[in-house]
């Protein structure tokens, strides 16, 4: 089992940056791939990015390319995700996710319990 707790959310203005963690316990994350997707109100979940075990592999959703960086210390057991140039359509609660396989198409098995992003006009 892996637990996974994410942090850093909150409320931040437009063109602000906010940074969320993921801190994982239970096991190593570095046996994981790890991504992270989102939740806005009235929306389906959706995929926001991920990375490879070892950190040499990246995706991100073509909302968030070029304004979003995923990153993860396997030493620390966490990931990160960088979000910069925010807009009001990114406000959603953001999730962590670990699996063999993260990616657009496949969600891995843990979940982190969500933290919210709010982001003003």
């Known amino acids: 089992q892996v637990q996974l707790v994410e942090s850093g959310g909150g409320l931040v203005q437009a063109g602000g940056s906010l940074r969320l963690s993921c801190a994982a316990s239970?096991?190593?994350?570095?046996?994981?791939?790890m991504g992270w997707f989102r939740r806005a109100p009235g929306k389906e979940r959706e995929f926001v990015a991920a990375i490879g075990w070892s950190g040499g592999r990246q995706d991100y959703a073509d909302s968030v390319k070029g304004r979003f960086t995923v990153s993860r210390d396997n030493a620390k057991n966490a990931v990160y995700l960088q979000m910069n140039s925010l807009n009001p359509e990114d406000t959603a609660v953001y999730y962590c996710n670990a699996g063999p396989s993260v990616s657009t198409t496949r969600r891995g098995i843990y979940w982190g319990q969500g933290t919210q992003v709010t982001v003003s006009s």
């Open positions: 239970g096991r190593a994350l570095s046996n994981y791939a």
